[in-house]
């Protein structure tokens, strides 16, 4: 199984909602990441996950709050976001976080109204 | 931190012919470059590395090649495809930032058959 599986394909919110993104691995990789991906741009990282230790923010707003329940599991809590955060959310995982591979999700793609 | 440059942002191409993206980096400490291939609608999926001890990495019709003095890296595609039609993003993972994985702009690809 080479999978990282994302829910919801697609969210739209209001800005004053709460809502999750869930992922899902089970290839036993040890860190986990949330990237925020805008239209013809990269992808941004926001948060990295090393043995279920929050290793690295990158400065993201407290409106985005990561989880990470167990090895295999990576939330992103959603609250009173804005419109410009409007954007497709991609988790990826890896073996560690040393140079490698980084397998990615299909993307939760969110909208706020 | 790193920066990653990434020529051009789109390429369109006869189908049969080459591609050739090209990515320069600013940190020499820099290590380990892959390139991501993302369709429409996917999560980029990496599709070849190189680590900074090898030059030059062929896998049936993808090459990449590294020269560490001049800081830059190229990506090759030969006999194009129309399935080769995606963006490809170059990166540069960076031990000391904390094992981050840098990101170049993108290049919009497409084949024309």
């Known amino acids: 199984d080479t999978e990282v599986t994302q829910t919801p394909k697609h969210l739209v919110m209001g800005m004053t909602n709460k809502k999750s993104l869930k992922c899902e691995q089970h290839?036993?990789?040890?860190?986990m990441y949330w990237y925020k991906q805008k239209a013809k741009k990269p992808p941004e990282l926001m948060f990295v996950?090393?043995?279920?230790?929050?290793?690295i923010n990158e400065s993201v707003p407290s409106r985005f709050s990561p989880e990470c329940p167990n090895s295999s599991l990576l939330n992103l809590h959603l609250h009173a976001l804005q419109p410009e955060d409007s954007a497709l959310y991609l988790c990826?995982?890896?073996?560690?976080?040393?140079?490698?591979?980084?397998?990615f999700g299909e993307g939760s793609r969110l909208t706020v109204l | 931190g790193e920066n990653v440059e990434q020529h051009p942002s789109t390429l369109s191409v006869q189908e049969g012919d080459s591609a050739v993206i090209k990515c320069t980096y600013s940190?020499?400490?820099?290590?380990?470059f892959p390139w991501y291939k993302q369709e429409l609608g996917k999560g980029p999926q990496l599709i070849i590395d190189?680590?900074?001890?090898?030059g030059e990495k062929k896998d049936q019709r993808i090459a990449v090649t590294l020269n560490k003095t001049a800081k830059h890296f190229s990506l090759h595609i030969t006999e194009t495809q129309p399935e080769d039609s995606a963006v490809y993003f170059c990166?540069?993972?960076?031990?000391?930032?904390?094992?981050?994985?840098?990101f170049g702009g993108g290049t919009r690809v497409l084949v024309k058959p």
């Open positions: 990826a995982s890896s073996r560690d976080r040393g140079p490698g591979e980084l397998f």
């Open positions: 290839m036993g990789h040890r860190a």
């Open positions: 996950y090393s043995y279920e230790k929050l290793s």
């Open positions: 940190d020499s400490a820099s290590n380990y």
């Open positions: 190189i680590r900074s001890n090898v």
């Open positions: 990166a540069a993972h960076y031990k000391a930032a904390g094992n981050k994985l840098t």
